[in-house]
């Protein structure tokens, strides 16, 4: 535990913060973009970046606990993590970016940034970390503000049709369709903020018992007629600096993911047994499920496989980390086989007989309807919620899932930034240009 700070001592940290960001401001406004720098510039700035995260870094180790409450706050109302980071940059001017800093690095292809989102997760990491950190984890299963002024019209039609994503209910039953159709149901930001208030509608609504989710029938030519599950992160998008690390990959861990494996956030459940557990729910995998798919997959309590599918993470050979699978594609398939599967790349098909550590059942498809019928069944009964709410609250506890994300924090946006992802996106981006 960190010895606490006097009042002299946390002025000092924040006046180290301040200063160092407004120095190192200064500096960068000297020097070429980031993708024009030469050799000599782009040491001075990497010294410059140094230097303020150093101290950024004091300042988190002495007050990450008070700083992550003061973001959070009572409020009922969710604020995505970006806002949250903006809070803290008014709190703190220099500890994280400001909203025109990013907005600046948001017009920038990945490997032209400047870097500010490093900053992002090395605050993230220390809230994380800290006795606040459960509330900040909390705060991210609340509704969404979408999510809310919608439920009046899901609940009285039945129909939330949004660009990408649509959940329709029947018979107590939430279907969400995914039709990212220009990217193969690739996810990226507006994806992720659509699928989170279909979950969030599906968790709101009293009528709904089971979600199901399923990728759409596709238009792509490759594809046409036939229905794909996610071909995880947009590498396009990523390429190009249009997927922002808070925005989606730290949003879609806490956010949605984490909604469909433990419900919305209410405070009533500290009291109320009754409040817990979320809703069961069930997945249909229709032709793969790539990367940041399989890591949605993990999280449901049923998952149905066509026959033709395959499953596969292929983040270590893009050079990044597949969110949490790392933590829990293990309790599946057992250490060793986990390890082919994230560190080789092994690609697991639906016939293959390891793949029923993954899938409930694999079927023809032909044979869906009836598989999601009896999916359906199985998991309409109140005693499976009572269940699943306490398989996850012990199979993989909250502490847990919580220190895991904040290693993750500052491990996955280091790979953002590394050398050899960079190369490997500019060479994309050089490719695409041509």
């Given amino acids: ?18 200063d160092a960001a407004a120095r190192t401001a200064d500096l960068l406004s000297t020097l070429p973009a980031p993708a024009d720098r030469n050799p000599e510039q782009q040491t001075r700035a990497t010294a410059a970046h140094g230097h303020a995260r150093a101290a950024r870094r004091r300042l988190l180790d002495a007050r990450a606990d008070q700083l992550c409450r003061d973001i959070v706050g009572e409020s009922p109302q969710r604020r995505s993590l970006a806002d949250l980071s903006y809070r803290l940059a008014d709190l703190v001017p220099g500890l994280t970016p400001n909203r025109a800093e990013m907005e600046r690095e948001r017009g920038r292809r990945q490997a032209a940034k400047e870097g500010f989102e490093i900053d992002q ?37 039945g129909v939330v049709e949004m660009p990408v994503v649509s959940v329709r209910r029947t018979d107590g039953v939430a279907e969400i369709t995914v039709a990212n159709q220009r990217y193969l149901n690739a996810e990226d930001e507006p994806l992720g903020e659509q699928l989170e208030v279909a979950v969030d509608l599906a968790l709101l609504d009293p009528g709904v018992r089971v979600g199901v989710v399923r990728g759409a029938v596709m238009e792509h030519p490759r594809y046409a007629g036939r229905r794909v599950f996610s071909s995880g992160i947009n590498l396009t998008l990523l390429c190009a600096g249009q997927i922002p690390f808070l925005g989606f990959v730290m949003q879609r861990e806490m956010g949605y993911l984490s909604k469909i494996q433990r419900g919305l956030w209410d405070p009533r459940q500290e009291v109320d047994p009754t409040a817990r557990g979320g809703k069961p ?61 994230l560190l080789g790349g092994r690609r697991i098909a639906a016939r293959d007989p390891v793949a029923a550590l993954l899938c409930d059942v694999v079927v023809a498809e032909d044979g869906v309807d009836d598989a ?21 609250a012990f199979e993989e506890t909250e502490d847990q899932f919580r220190g895991y994300l904040a290693e993750f924090a500052e491990v996955q946006v280091q790979r953002l930034y590394s050398r050899d992802v960079l190369h490997r996106l500019e060479q994309q981006w050089m490719q695409r240009q041509r």
């Fill in 372 to 392: 999601v019928d009896d999916a359906v069944h199985a998991m309409d009964n109140p005693a499976v919620v009572a269940n699943r709410h306490m398989l996850t």
């Fill in 121 to 157: 997760g090395i605050a993230y990491s220390a809230l994380l970390r800290s006795g606040a950190g459960g509330d900040l984890l909390r705060s991210q299963r609340l509704p969404t503000d979408e999510a809310r002024s919608r439920l009046p019209e899901f609940q009285r039609t």
């Fill in 281 to 341: 729910w069930v997945a249909v995998v229709d032709g793969f499920a790539i990367g940041g798919g399989m890591q949605l997959m993990l999280t449901f309590d049923y998952v149905i496989g066509l026959d033709t599918a395959y499953f596969t993470l292929p983040a270590a050979r893009e050079g990044i980390v597949p969110g949490a699978a790392n933590l829990r594609l293990g309790r599946l398939l057992g250490p060793r086989l986990a390890r082919q599967v």
């Fill in 1 to 18: 535990m960190t010895p606490p700070t006097t009042p002299l001592v946390r002025d000092r940290l924040r006046a180290e913060v301040t």
